[in-house]
T-cell receptor
Framework: LAKTTQPISMDSYEGQEVNITCSHN???????ITWYQQFPSQGPRFIIQ???TKVTNEVASLFIPADRKSSTLSLPRVSLSDTAVYYC?????????FGAGTRLTVKP | GAGVSQSPRYKVAKRGQDVALRCDPI?????LFWYQQALGQGPEFLTY????????KSGLPSDRFFAERPEGSVSTLKIQRTQQEDSAVYLC???????????????FGPGTRLTVL
């Protein structure tokens, strides 16, 4: 099972773009990369998923280089409400493992 | 529509007591997962159901933990003879997708915070 490494914490300011990079050197051919967001006292919420290149939805973009050994979650123009823990997961449907995540703090 | 609900939201148990945690998944969701989340950590997988079948229970930490989903909808996680190390948030998630799917989107409930004294 591919292990992921991401920064423990990040700070940003309102209106800035935030990029959170996750390393997964041992990613398997069939593994997808999935990002979740978690607010205090809530369960995680799915943000985005991708296999290669770039994926964009209404919330975020996910950039995956050709070697797939890392990925970057990009949050455009963050607001205070984006303060949360962000988890990078690599694996298949019922074999996903959450790490400790990245605690993003958005300041006014 | 209604999301995943869990009850109770908070549970305090004395060491040695049995507890039962309930999960109501989104209607029609085939897959159901249980996770355990310790303070400051990410969720850790406990078990997975596809309809009423428990296909993976590799994450259950001991034989004191038991989960069931008898009719393929509501699920119960039971912990027998609770210990202090069982204190955590227990999360339930459901999904339309099957285990062979490439869609990794799971819908999580708010969790049950269990405190064992």
């Amino acid at each position: 099972l591919a292990k992921t490494t991401q920064p423990i914490s990040m700070d940003s300011y309102e209106g800035q773009e935030v990029n959170i990079t996750c390393s997964h050197n041992n990613i398997a051919t069939n593994d997808y990369i999935t990002w979740y967001q978690q607010f205090p006292s809530q369960g995680p919420r799915f943000i985005i998923q991708g296999y290669k290149t770039k994926v964009t939805n209404e919330v975020a973009s996910l950039f995956i280089p050709a070697d797939r050994k890392s990925s970057t979650l990009s949050l455009p123009r963050v607001s205070l409400s984006d303060t949360a823990v962000y988890y990078c997961l690599v694996g298949s449907f019922n074999d996903m493992r959450f790490g400790a995540g990245t605690r993003l703090t958005v300041k006014p | 529509g209604a999301g995943v609900s869990q009850s109770p939201r908070y549970k305090v148990a004395k060491r040695g007591q049995d507890v039962a945690l309930r999960c109501d998944p989104i209607s029609g969701h085939v897959s159901l997962f249980w996770y355990q989340q310790a303070l400051g950590q990410g969720p850790e997988f406990l078990t997975y159901f596809q309809n009423e079948a428990q296909l993976d229970k590799s994450g259950l930490p001991s034989d004191r933990f038991f989960a069931e989903r008898p009719e393929g909808s509501v699920s119960t996680l039971k912990i027998q003879r609770t210990q202090q190390e069982d204190s955590a948030v227990y999360l339930c998630a459901s999904s339309l997708a099957l285990r062979t799917s490439t869609n990794n989107e799971q819908f999580f409930g708010p969790g049950t915070r269990l405190t064992v004294l």
